[in-house]
């Protein structure tokens, strides 16, 4: 494999994710054709280096969808999700965050991969009107999943996938329990040094 090498605004080392994936800083030459590359400017909502990031990125390159999904990224920061997601399924991804300077990196991020299928909406979950999602990704901290959890579960297709992160061990079971409880069946549950990934399948309509 060739080394990625960087223009003179580097500010993170180029990372390699799993099999097929490639998180480098912009104006970074790529020459490396075997993987997806993902252009990320630094930025404290997630740039890839953060285990939660990697594992969802880690499961995420494993899928494959029959039809371009629509997408749903709760949380979305630096949007490294939907972007991820779009570069590997295709799909329109709505991307939510309550803070309006991770929408900002999110656009800047969604430009420098040229992603133009992404709405971008600054708010909480309810006041999303969107619905109907086949993947769904939310890399969040525990408390907020659960208070979420009804919501997040209806705005699900039949078949959908979730693939929840950020998650404290501490939070682990309660969060697999009640998202089972609300009609999803639990596909992996991958503990990390100090965080979790949960994956589930949404099985009742």
């Given amino acids: 494999m060739t080394t990625p090498t960087a223009g003179p605004h580097t ?4 990372l390699l994710i799993g099999e097929s994936l490639i998180i480098v800083p912009p104006d970074t030459a790529v020459s490396d054709h075997n993987r997806r590359t993902i252009f990320m400017a ?11 990031t990697r594992s969802c990125l880690e499961i995420m390159e494993t899928w494959s969808f029959s039809r371009p999904p629509k997408i749903l990224d ?7 999700l939907s972007i991820a997601a779009l570069k590997l399924f295709g799909g329109h991804a709505w991307c939510v965050d ?3 300077s991770a929408v900002a990196s999110a656009r800047h991020n969604c430009d420098l991969n040229q992603m133009n299928s992404v709405t971008h909406h600054c708010g909480t979950l309810d006041t999303l009107k969107e619905s109907a999602f086949d993947l769904i990704l939310a890399n969040i901290y525990g408390d907020i999943l659960l208070d979420v959890a009804e919501d997040l579960v209806a705005r ?3 078949g959908a996938t979730i693939l929840l ?4 061990w501490e939070y682990n079971v309660d969060i697999r329990k ?3 409880s609300l009609g999803c069946t639990l596909i992996k549950n991958r503990l990390l040094d100090d965080f979790s990934t949960v994956l589930l399948e949404k099985t009742w309509k």
């Fill in 11 to 14: 500010d993170f080392t180029p």
């Fill in 42 to 52: 630094r930025g404290a909502f997630g740039s890839g280096d953060h285990e939660t």
């Fill in 178 to 180: 009640r998202y089972q």
């Fill in 74 to 80: 709760l949380g979305s920061g630096t949007a490294i």
């Fill in 165 to 168: 992160s950020g998650i404290l």
């Fill in 98 to 100: 309550v803070a309006e």
């Fill in 156 to 158: 699900a297709t039949a």
